[in-house]
């Protein structure tokens, strides 16, 4: 098994822990405040998992998961997750991060911007299309017939398969979502977007917090996928 290195401990990185763990990885999971503030997670996630450093979850995982607000990885050590796997989650959020010029003008998807940011890790967006608290609710063991498929994007075609495996045993099934320049298509607002997944697609969005998903397989994803049209970030107020 493959040990998982985590760095963002919030909603989206503790989730993937809590599958990593009961898929049977080891995990080594990672936040700003450090070790001391993770002992309660990793009391919960038992002993497959250990707190660490930044730096230890970026040296000890097999691959990263890495899932901490966009303006923060600018601050990452230089040279960081070089070489590494790294499943990124980041979306743009202009209220929490700043506006960024080339999200912005569209010159850029979030996930192109993160890929050049961390210089030369082995880069695949994932995970960033679907709300934390129906991860839990989604996963499943490979095979399942009621099993979730989760866009995957990178510009290494190669690369997407071992992300596609390492994403199998954390519990969906994954759809090449194509290269980072189409990412668009599942960030926020877009048609691939975590809406994709409620059970009632009428939910308002004030309620999508406590919104029921509903397996969500891959032809349904393909077509939101391919039914997508690129909103325009520069207009994202949120
Ligand atoms: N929440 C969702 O449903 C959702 C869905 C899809 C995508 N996303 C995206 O996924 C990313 C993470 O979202 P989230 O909701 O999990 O965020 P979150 O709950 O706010 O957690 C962010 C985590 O990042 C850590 N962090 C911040 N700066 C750091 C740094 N410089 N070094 C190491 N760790 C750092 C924080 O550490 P501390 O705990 O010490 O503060 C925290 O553990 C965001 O880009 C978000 O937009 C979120």
Do not use: C
Request: aromatic letters at 4%; hydrophobic letters at 45%; glycine letters at 8%.
């Amino acid at each position: 098994m493959p040990t998982l290195g985590i760095i963002g401990s919030g909603n989206i990185g503790s989730a993937i822990a809590r599958l990593a763990v009961a898929a049977g990885m080891n995990v080594v999971i990672a936040n700003s405040r450090g070790v001391d503030s993770l002992q309660g997670l990793v009391a919960e996630l038992g002993p497959l998992a250990k707190a660490g450093t930044v730096e230890e979850a970026a040296s000890l995982g097999d691959a990263v998961v890495l899932s901490i607000p966009l303006a923060a990885v600018e601050d990452l050590p230089a040279g960081l997750l070089q070489g590494k796997i790294v499943l990124d989650t980041s979306n743009y959020y202009p209220s929490r991060d700043g506006r960024i010029a080339e999200l912005d003008n569209g010159s850029k998807t979030t996930s192109e911007l993160v890929q050049e940011l961390l210089g030369g890790a082995r880069y695949v967006k994932a995970f960033g299309n679907i709300l934390a608290h129906h991860i839990p609710l989604l996963a499943r063991p490979s095979g399942a017939p009621d099993r979730t498929t989760l866009p995957i994007a990178s510009d290494d075609a190669r690369l997407k398969a071992e992300a596609a495996a390492l994403i199998d045993l954390l519990g969906f099934d994954t759809l090449d979502a194509g290269t980072l320049a189409d990412s668009w298509k599942f960030e926020p607002e877009s048609a691939g977007y975590t809406r994709i997944y409620l059970a009632d697609q009428s939910t308002p969005d004030q309620e999508l917090m406590s919104s029921v998903p509903a397996p969500t397989p891959a032809d349904r994803v393909k077509a939101a996928l391919d039914s997508a049209t690129r909103v325009n970030v520069a207009e994202r107020a949120f």
